[in-house]
Nanobody
Framework: QVQLVESGGGSVQVGGSLRLSCATSGSIFSRYDMGWHRQAPGKQRELVATISSGGSTNYADSVKGRFTISRDNAKNTVYLQMNSLKPEDTAVYYC?????????????WGQGTQVTVSS
């Protein structure tokens, strides 16, 4: 199994920056696809960014050019650098680990960290 713990959330003003971290343990981190999702009050959880075990990345259109996802396999940690923050970025951000082996899917979520952007 994989355990995930997010950190780095907080309150910032419009245009500010934050870096979220997701520390993992309990399994082989380097073989998992990792991602960040977020959920604002009254809305469904949405994909923010992903990074595969091979290092390829993908971003939601709303954060392209502003957010960067990265991973450090030596530290078993995935990061989300968030720049030029907007009020619309306010949400609880969740870290996700996923691995598919044949017909089996392994999917793990962290507890979330709050990001608040004030205007």
């Amino acid at each position: 199994q994989v355990q995930l713990v997010e950190s780095g959330g907080g309150s910032v003003q419009v245009g500010g920056s934050l870096r979220l971290s997701c520390a993992t343990s309990g399994s082989i981190f380097s073989r998992y696809d990792m991602g960040w999702h977020r959920q604002a009050p009254g809305k469904q959880r949405e994909l923010v960014a992903t990074i595969s075990s091979g290092g390829s990345t993908n971003y939601a259109d709303s954060v392209k050019g502003r957010f960067t996802i990265s991973r450090d396999n030596a530290k078993n940690t995935v990061y989300l650098q968030m720049n030029s923050l907007k009020p619309e970025d306010t949400a609880v951000y969740y870290c996700r680990a996923k691995r598919v082996i044949l017909q089996s899917t392994y999917d793990y979520w962290g507890q979330g960290t709050q990001v608040t952007v004030s205007s």
